[in-house]
């Protein structure tokens, strides 16, 4: 098909016809999706998988029909007949800068490799200059608010570069392409004004309740059984049993809506990000649910950020930041770790004691046995056994103590205080 004769014969027998329907409909996109795939096993740091071996990536991009097509005089004449190319600049002109609907975002890098692969043969570069198409590009990888279009540009603008010509074009807009000794392009160039490129435009995230906070509890049960599973999968003991857990529920028709929930993608986001997971394991449960990341989503999960800790200021309680941490600790040695434990539970003993009003001896005199570690105090009707709540007002009025449930105080006789220390908080 590069060779006039080949080309010609393809032409006579129609097949040129049917390529060129197929690639403008659908295969332009298929396209991006083999390039990415590439890409991604080239840039990833994991292991290769079982199958790999069969993705051989050389650093070239794959032939393009388009970019193969004119290479020859014949192939550029069908082109420019069939007004495809003009579709594309249009279309980059008309949607380069969305950020929203990921059909667009696709297709358009899809169009954008369409016309990088024509201006990488020096019969396709005058399309592009004629068309003043290159200096659209530019703009779009310099300012676009998607990252991986921006980078759908660079690879474009690359490819660009790998003629004279379009290298000399580049340089006018500050584009600088690498050559070889003997002045000859190798295809890759970058920006002169780097930090441009580089620079992303700040953006507002959604407004969220400051501290780390326990949620309430899901309503449903197969909700709570994934995130269940979820939290598990941080322990290597239990990970297998978790990960056959949640693939039955992503298998089974009557559960498999769940991962379409927003509430437990929240509650998903909220695990991974106050424990330890793999990189592996943090993408696997992403990939869990069918929901696309964009303005309409994150405003849900704020939205449900704020009506979990409604819920619980309503119900009486606060969260105080507790986090599970696995792995080492942050704190250096065990000797070191011990000391802290011990000075944190000689803190909250003697603010235990400050509260009711009692000393060391006056609590000996009272029979009454004080724990050396803090303690969450309830009164007796409400034995809820929940570690790290206390109301509203004594938690604001706490110390700068860290991940240590503080002493609630209730008015009651001095005989059953005994009776209402619930658990030790940790």
């Known amino acids: 098909m590069s060779t006039a004769a080949g080309f010609r014969y393809l032409y006579d027998t129609e097949y040129i016809e049917k390529e060129m329907h197929a690639w403008f409909h659908e295969r332009n996109q298929q396209y991006v999706v083999l390039v990415e795939v590439y890409l991604s096993k080239a840039l990833t740091t994991d292991p290769a998988e079982e199958g790999d071996d069969l993705l051989v990536f050389d650093g070239i991009a794959p032939p393009h029909f388009y970019g193969e097509m004119v290479k020859t005089e014949l192939g550029c004449q069908v082109l420019a007949e069939k007004g495809h190319f003009s579709d594309f600049t249009h279309f980059i002109r008309q949607h380069g800068f969305d950020s929203e609907d990921s059909d667009i975002i696709l297709k358009l890098k899809s169009v954008l490799w369409a016309v990088g692969n024509i201006g990488a043969s020096d019969g396709g570069i005058p399309f592009l200059e004629d068309d003043e198409i290159i200096p659209v590009i530019i703009e779009i990888a310099e300012a676009s608010p998607v990252l991986s279009v921006r980078g ?10 790998s003629t004279e010509q379009g290298a000399e074009i580049l340089s006018d807009y500050g584009w600088m392409a690498a050559t070889t000794a003997l002045g000859l392009p190798t295809g890759m160039c970058i920006p002169v004004d780097i930090e441009k490129f580089m620079t992303l435009t700040p953006w507002q995230t959604p407004d969220s309740v400051a501290g780390d906070r326990r949620l309430p509890l899901l309503k449903s049960q197969h909700e709570r059984d994934a995130i269940e599973a979820i939290e598990n999968l941080c ?36 695990t991974i990000s106050t424990r330890r997971y793999r990189f592996p394991v943090r993408k696997y449960v992403l990939e869990l649910f069918d929901i696309k990341f964009d303005a309409p989503v ?16 309503l119900a009486g309680g606060f969260i105080i930041g507790h986090r599970h941490h696995h792995g080492h600790h942050a704190h250096g040695t065990k000797r070191a770790r011990h000391s802290m434990k011990a000075k944190s539970r ?15 001896e006056g609590s000996q005199q009272n029979g009454i046995s004080i724990p050396d570690s803090p303690v969450v105090v309830r009164p007796k009707e409400n034995r809820v056994k929940v570690i790290g709540f206390a109301t509203p007002d004594e938690a604001l009025a706490s110390g700068p103590m860290e991940k240590r449930a503080r002493m609630a105080e209730f008015d009651v006789p001095d005989q059953t205080l005994a009776n209402t220390l619930l658990m030790q908080a940790d």
């Not at 690879?155 to 660009?160: A, D, E, K």
């Not at 239990?238 to 298998?251: F, G, I």
């Not at 000689?346 to 509260?355: D, H, I, K």
Request: positive net charge; charged residues 20%; hydrophobic residues 40%.
């Open 235 to 270: 322990n290597t003991v239990v990970a297998n049993a978790a990960s056959r857990t949640l693939a039955k529920l992503k298998s089974k028709p009557e559960t498999r809506h769940i991962f379409s929930s927003t509430q437990l993608l929240h509650r998903a986001l909220h």
């Open 298 to 313: 994150l405003a849900e999960l704020a939205q449900h950020e704020h009506q979990a800790y409604e819920e619980l200021r």
């Open 346 to 360: 000689r803190q909250s003993t003697a603010q235990f004691r400050q509260v009711n009003g009692q000393d060391e």
């Open 152 to 161: 759908t540009c660079f690879f474009v603008l690359g490819l660009i570069a």
